[in-house]
């Protein structure tokens, strides 16, 4: 038994992973996990006033969209040549970076128009 508030307790359960196998799972203090003998877990929410709508969620700063786009880029930056030199080092007969660094250049031109063109106003 928790002796602090049930916000701050886990209940442990145990969740089948496969038919006649059982492997520990933390589970929120919201959730509680009843174990069928069909070997099935069914997921019982009590508490439905801990979760928001997105709606309520706390706007993302300017701030915070530019230094995830500056994170994104610079992993780019530095992954794409590990890419190209693994390539390099291992069999040169298909050029499989062609795929990736596009399309990884592309999600980060997405990035970049979201967090710098189209801005959302925040308003309170």
Known sequence: MCLQSV???S???????????????LARPSTIFVQAKTNKSITL??????HQHPSNWP????ENLKKGFRIHLLVFLLAT??????????DRTYPWPLWSTPAWAIGVLF????AFVFRKSVNH
């Open 111 to 114: 990035h970049y128009l979201g």
């Open 7 to 9: 916000a701050m307790c």
């Open 11 to 25: 209940i442990r359960t145990f969740v089948p992973l496969f038919p006649n196998e059982f492997r520990p799972f």
């Open 59 to 62: 706007a993302a700063t300017n």
């Open 45 to 50: 929410n009590l508490n439905l006033m801990t």
């Open 81 to 90: 040549p590990v890419l190209w030199l693994v390539w390099y080092l291992t």
